[in-house]
């Protein structure tokens, strides 16, 4: 959105060094610095009395002072955009600061242009929401984390059929992102030979050349988007939580569905990819090691403040293994059973192949269960004569 004058903004931090910086970043025609302060009680009076239209904050150890000046603003400011920059680029500081109302976070040092353009994202954040645009309103896509805490409980497999079918179920626009990067196989499972991958993005960034992520997804045949994990393992990679809310921030703005696959383990990234998603599916077998796994998870993530309501609890047989009943896995875990994916040989046959089951048998046990899964979060309605059979208990 064009601003009808300059852009007004109100500086926050208790370091001359970094006021200075902000003050150099800024000079330009399109931005007016109103005022400077402190974090605290001034700079929530100044943002209150001056009403400006950013409000960038510098927050660093203790970040207690930094959070409660934030949320502060917010209230006291509510149409000011809010930017967080901070040396401090854990996964906790950024979901601290973000749930405390702030519009933006970006990881000290920072050149010039990327202190600009982290002021400008939380100036359209808040404007494009203030609009009254209906487009504007629904222009970012359902973001969905496939997770498995423990490795071979099909989390790839599910992850892929998934975004598979959603693209052939809803037609609309898919994209598949693969954060396994030491070893992820999604484009092997969808028989892709990606020209790009999240490493040359990454590489690009690191070169101070910030492109869109569209630039770097490969062509699935049935119009699914994949941004692959590095041919290679790369231990190198230094890929953090603010890699993947940037990832997920430009696609979600461009698809209309976004599926994450994350590593097999509770790591950083599976945090942060937890963290935007809008629904995350939790993948276990019924073996005991699995249901301790996924329960520490749904632990975790409810002293996050992560409401059950976005868990999806999806229970894997990917080898003819009975275990723990649905029951029992409600009683260990906490939440109940959202889909029960029965052991299918296919999975193994067509991920061999590339080519996903939803595409070579789509009427197999495990598809039609992935197709259900599809169905909800896409919101479409089945056919009626398959609700009769399912009613009928056909499948």
Request: a negative charge; charged letters at 20%; aromatic letters at 4%.
């Amino acid at each position: 959105m064009q601003a009808s004058g300059p852009i007004k903004v109100l500086l926050v931090s208790s370091d001359p060094d970094v006021l200075e910086t902000m003050k150099r970043a800024l000079s330009s025609d399109s931005i007016s610095i109103v005022g400077e302060a402190w974090p605290g009680i001034e700079s929530v009076r100044l943002a209150s009395e001056m009403k400006p239209a950013v409000v960038l904050v510098h927050a660093e150890e203790p970040l207690g002072p930094a959070v409660n000046t934030v949320r502060s603003i917010g209230q006291a400011a509510p149409e000011a955009g809010l930017a967080v920059l901070s040396s401090l680029g854990d996964l906790d500081t950024i979901r601290r600061v973000m749930n405390a109302g702030a519009h933006d976070f970006a990881t000290l040092p920072l050149g010039d242009d990327e202190i600009r353009e982290a002021t400008l994202r939380a100036y359209d954040a808040v404007n494009s929401s203030n609009t009254g645009d209906e487009s504007a309103k629904s222009a970012t896509g359902t973001v969905l984390s496939v997770i498995g805490p423990r490795g071979g409980v099909g989390k790839t497999a599910v992850a892929s059929n998934l975004a598979v079918a959603l693209s052939s179920e809803t037609g609309t626009s898919v994209a598949l992102v693969d954060l396994d990067l030491l070893f992820g196989s999604a484009a092997v499972a969808l028989g892709v030979m990606p020209a790009a991958t999240i490493q040359d993005w990454m590489h690009m960034r690191a070169s101070g050349h910030t492109e869109p992520v569209g630039r770097y997804l490969s062509n699935h045949r049935d119009g699914l988007k994949l941004f692959a994990a590095p041919l290679e393992p790369d231990t190198e990679l230094d890929f953090g939580a603010q890699d993947v809310a940037d990832i997920v921030s430009d696609l979600s703005s461009t698809h209309e569905f976004v599926v994450i696959d994350t590593p097999p383990s509770f790591t950083e990234v599976t945090a942060a990819a937890i963290e935007v998603a809008s629904a995350t599916l939790l993948m276990t077998s019924g073996d005991i090691a699995s249901l301790r796994a996924v329960r520490h998870v749904v632990q975790t993530l409810r002293t996050w403040g992560i409401e059950d309501e976005k868990l999806r609890l999806v229970r894997n047989s990917p080898v003819p293994f009975r275990g723990a009943s649905d029951e029992e896995m409600r009683e260990a875990i906490g939440i109940d059973v959202a889909w029960s994916l029965p052991h299918d040989r296919d999975v193994f046959k067509t991920t061999d192949l590339g080519v996903s089951v939803v595409e070579s048998n789509s009427r197999s046990p495990f598809a039609r269960q992935v197709t259900d899964m599809a169905h909800f979060f896409g919101r479409v309605k089945r056919p009626e004569s398959q609700q009769r059979r399912r009613l009928l208990g056909v499948f």
